[in-house]
């Protein structure tokens, strides 16, 4: 199956501060990427898709300014958290897909923490 | 809307014992359904995953999973569980735009 890569795995930040987290599709080209948040013991939530080329599309009751996704090529994406808070504490994982398979690949996942 | 239920939040089986998960979505047109095992601080694994077609799906791992269209389920069975299947399983259902909405998940924990 495809391979998909983010960066960092773990990151500890401090409050205020801002975070960038990676998502690349390495051996394919992702025409659409994804962003889930998941807290300890909990499902998976969506919280943007985001196409090559154009903006994201929140889901409801996510932050746009909060979470900024750039997605300015067909292997990378990368979500922003500003401004970060000890709530924001979470993992995030991305996860690709291309045009020609209704399936998801997804990444390993990034543990943030904001102390 | 779409959803996506699994009752079992916990599930202890013997290893070699039989193992079946449950899973129910609620999706109007003809749904796109998958099962994902995450082991713990992990990203997801596809397990399997049914499109259209033969209803028996058989995935990695030994497992395979059973779309009934009458009882809007899709679950996940192994005849013998490993110690190495510990993990927590997600059910999800692919929506429009290939997007994903997943279960609240079920954690299989193994007795030796």
């Known amino acids: 199956g495809a391979v998909v890569s983010q960066h960092p795995s773990r990151v500890i930040c401090k409050s205020g501060t801002s975070v960038k987290i990676e998502c690349r599709s390495l051996?394919?080209?992702?025409?659409?990427m994804f962003w889930y948040r998941q807290f300890p013991k909990q499902s998976l939530m969506l919280m943007a898709t985001?196409?090559?080329?154009?903006?994201?599309?929140?889901e409801q009751g996510v932050e746009k300014d909060k979470f900024l996704i750039n997605h300015a090529s067909l292997t990378l994406s990368t979500l922003t958290v500003t401004s970060a808070h000890p709530e924001d504490s979470s993992f995030y994982i991305c996860?690709?897909?291309?045009?020609?398979?209704?399936?998801?690949?997804f990444g390993p996942g990034t543990r943030l923490t904001v102390t | 809307a779409q959803s996506v239920t699994q009752p079992d939040i916990h599930i202890t089986v013997s290893e070699g014992a039989s193992l079946e998960l449950r899973c129910n979505y609620s999706?109007?047109?003809?749904?796109?359904l998958f099962w994902y095992v995450q082991s713990p601080g992990q990203g997801l694994q596809l397990l399997l995953k049914?499109?259209?077609?033969?209803?028996l799906v058989q995935g990695i791992k030994g497992f395979e999973a059973e779309f009934k269209r009458s009882q809007s389920s899709f679950n996940l069975r192994k005849p013998s569980v490993h110690w190495s299947d510990a993990a927590e399983y997600f059910c999800?259902?692919?929506?429009?735009?290939?997007?994903?909405?997943f279960g609240a998940g079920t954690i299989l924990r193994v007795k030796s």
């Open positions: 051996d394919f080209q992702a025409t659409t």
């Open positions: 049914y499109f259209s077609g033969d209803t």
């Open positions: 996860s690709a897909g291309s045009d020609r398979e209704n399936e998801q690949y």
């Open positions: 999706y109007g047109a003809t749904p796109y």
């Open positions: 985001s196409n090559e080329g154009s903006k994201a599309t929140y």
């Open positions: 999800a259902v692919g929506t429009y735009g290939n997007k994903l909405v």
